[in-house]
């Protein structure tokens, strides 16, 4: 199975695949013009028509091996060609002559052929990021103490329970996207990282193509006293050419937000403000911060481009839901009947 890892270990662990690719130099990318103007709508608000997208080598938070959040041209080179080295590599062909694997070892899972992560760093106004966190200056989500034993709460809750459906994770039960994908933050996964704007005066939609879910935000108005959503309440409005976005109010199962490459945890009540700001004609300005004073001893921001891509965006067809989680649920319930049996015969004996 590959296992893609963006910057996540890069530096150590493909260091025998680097020793084997020609790095040549490469110059940073050009910065964005300030004096920009961007397409406007009939009632003169700028455009984010077209399909974009959040594909990407750079991750959430950053990594021990690439300390600094502005990596050189060089450095950047190494990252991006040892990640196509790592993929190529796992994408050879298996030994036909291994055999099957063995009862209860890991067979693996699609190749890369299926993934959509992005061959390139995130580039910020000529700067290659090798996390999107820019504060704290660590590139690290600020966890309190209380937000750690929180933290420690789900997973003590969580993990291996095959109990309740509802307490699976959205990857396995189809509901919204893992990895926080559509709901805010937005962040990008292995794949599935469009998104699409639909806009009007009174509302935009912000289209993730991962479930194909759309969040409304309702421009100019308040929260509401709803129950919580998947992907939270969003009141919106313009602060000059950006658009802003406040959301809190997500449902409960909107809180574990894993990826193989990030993981972090919201509550209903934490706030999400984004800042949307269209500064070429292939990029939107993506940032980002979180406020949430029972898990985090500070506000977090995040910064990130939002790519021109090539579209339309086909449905998203989650079938786990189908088939992986029952299957999930009627597997522990083998095993707890299998237990009961060695039980009662060790107690027979």
């Known amino acids: 199975m590959v296992k893609s890892s963006g ?13 084997a690719v020609s790095v040549s130099a490469q110059e940073a990318p050009a910065k964005w013009d300030p004096n920009y103007e961007p397409p406007r ?51 050879a062909p298996t030994d036909p002559d291994e055999g099957a694997p063995k009862a209860g070892e890991d067979p693996g899972g699609y190749n890369s052929f299926w993934f959509d992560q992005g061959e390139h760093l995130g580039v910020v106004d000529g700067e290659y990021r090798s996390s999107w966190i820019v504060d704290p200056a660590d590139g690290k989500l600020p966890y309190s103490e209380n937000g ?31 990895g926080s994908s559509g709901t805010p933050p937005m962040l990008n996964v292995l794949y599935n990282n469009h998104i699409q704007f639909y806009q009007a005066d009174d509302v935009i939609s912000i289209l993730a193509e991962m479930n194909h879910n759309a969040r409304m935000v309702r421009m100019g108005g308040e929260f509401r006293d709803v129950p919580d959503q998947w992907m939270g309440d969003s ?23 894993g990826a193989i490459r990030h993981y972090l945890y919201l509550q209903p009540t934490s706030v999400v403000e984004e800042r949307f700001t269209r500064v070429a004609d292939d990029v939107i300005f993506y940032e980002f911060t979180v406020t949430d004073p029972e898990l985090y001893t500070q506000p977090w921001k995040g910064e ?42 060790s107690g027979g004996e």
Request: hydrophobic share 40%; with cysteine.
């Open 304 to 345: 990130m481009p939002l790519w021109a891509a090539e579209g339309p965006i086909y449905e998203y067809a989650c079938h786990e839901g189908n088939h992986a989680l029952p299957g999930i649920l009627r597997g522990a319930r083998v095993k707890e009947a299998d237990a009961a049996k060695a039980a009662a015969s």
């Open 7 to 19: 910057l996540r270990g890069l530096g150590v662990a493909v260091c025998a695949v680097f020793a």
């Open 235 to 257: 009141v919106g409005h313009w602060d000059g050419d950006t658009l802003v976005v406040k959301t809190t109010g997500f449902h409960p199962g909107s809180s574990s937000r």
């Open 41 to 91: 709508l009939s009632n003169g608000k700028p455009s984010f028509a077209g399909i974009w997208s959040k594909a990407s080598l750079t991750t959430l938070e950053r990594t021990e091996d690439w300390p600094n959040l502005v990596l050189t041209p060089e450095e950047a080179r190494i990252i991006e060609a040892g990640n196509a080295a790592f993929m190529a590599a796992g994408d």
């Open 148 to 178: 750690r034993k929180i933290l420690g709460a789900w997973f003590a809750k969580s993990r291996g329970n095959f109990d309740d459906p509802e307490i699976r994770p959205n990857g396995e039960r189809c509901t919204v996207g893992f």
